[in-house]
């Protein structure tokens, strides 16, 4: 009855070091999807992965963010050499199909402190 | 460029009385509206979404009220409760990605 996965739940970074967060989908969900939320604000649509394929990667930053869904394991969002910028919440969630109405699930987040 | 625009940003409530918050988007493209809850500390729930198609769905003690014309969508809580007290973000989405208003904190006070 396991619904998105994400940890850690709670992570420091240093500036410059790299920060992974990790993303387990719903059971049967086989899409993905990060987004990013800053205090007060509101969440921001990152990227949409399925399965080994970026399907829409419009909302990330060119340099220094990247991510992933292999074929095994859980989906990986990568932000390397980070700044007190890319202080937020990351949320993932997933969803079973593409088209609009599919219903859509968050995971708990991921809160990044950069120090 | 704010493609869901959500108002007001803050709203107290008594116990009781009806919450109601306001979005309007500019994307007619948007087949999707979802709204969703969130607690401190916590991921967004969906609460209760619509289809263009349709102007008003209700859930429970939710509604949602949907203008395609006016490209405005609502949200009403009707007898709310303090367990009621979160913030609640619309959203509007095409093809699965969503684009979320910046949120309105709701509280209800007994």
């Known amino acids: 009855n396991a619904g998105v996965m994400q940890n850690p739940r709670h992570l420091v970074r240093r500036r410059g070091q790299e920060a992974r967060l990790r993303c387990s989908p719903m059971?049967?969900?086989?899409?993905v999807y990060w987004y990013r939320q800053l205090p007060e604000e509101g969440l921001k649509f990152m990227v949409y992965?399925?399965?080994?394929?970026?399907?829409?990667e419009s909302g990330m930053p060119k340099e220094r963010f990247s991510a992933e869904f292999p074929k095994e394991g859980p989906s990986i969002l990568r932000i390397q050499q980070v700044v007190r910028g890319d202080s937020a919440a990351y949320f993932c969630?997933?969803?079973?199909?593409?088209?609009?109405?599919?219903?859509?699930?968050f995971g708990e987040g991921s809160w990044l402190t950069v120090v | 460029q704010q493609q869901v625009k959500q108002s007001p940003q803050s709203l107290i409530v008594q116990k009781g009385g009806i919450s109601i918050i306001n979005c309007a988007y500019e994307?007619?493209?948007?087949?999707?509206f979802p709204w969703y809850q969130q607690f401190p500390g916590k991921g967004p729930a969906l609460l209760i979404a619509?289809?263009?198609?349709?102007s008003e769905k209700k859930e429970g003690r939710f509604t949602i009220s949907f203008n395609k014309s006016a490209k405005q969508f609502s949200l009403h809580i009707m007898d709310s409760q303090p367990g009621d007290s979160a913030t609640y973000f619309c959203?509007?989405?095409?093809?699965?990605?969503?684009?979320f208003g910046k949120g309105n904190q709701v509280v209800v006070i007994p």
């Open positions: 992965l399925q399965k080994e394929n970026i399907i829409d």
């Open positions: 994307n007619t493209a948007f087949d999707y």
């Open positions: 619509i289809r263009p198609d349709v």
């Open positions: 969630a997933s969803s079973h199909g593409q088209s609009s109405g599919n219903t859509i699930y």
């Open positions: 059971k049967g969900h086989s899409h």
């Open positions: 959203a509007a989405s095409k093809d699965n990605r969503l684009a």
